[in-house]
């Protein structure tokens, strides 16, 4: 009375179109600073914590 287990392949599809939305824009640049060979690009909607830290640390540096 014992089972026998079955291994079932299984073959996963994407349903969605595989095309790229054209709806998606890259976002625009907010500010752009050079300090020596750093270049610095801040685009709209970055995290205002990262931005917070990354200009923290370059108080530190000069």
Excluded at 7 to 12: G, T
């Amino acid at each position: 009375m014992s089972k026998e287990n079955q291994i079932v392949p299984v073959i996963l599809t994407d349903n969605v179109n595989s095309q790229p939305s054209p709806s998606i824009q890259k976002p625009k640049l907010a500010c752009q600073l050079k300090i020596g060979n750093a270049d610095l690009r801040v685009y709209n909607g970055a995290s205002q914590y990262i931005l917070t830290t990354i200009l923290k640390e370059l108080v530190h540096v000069n």
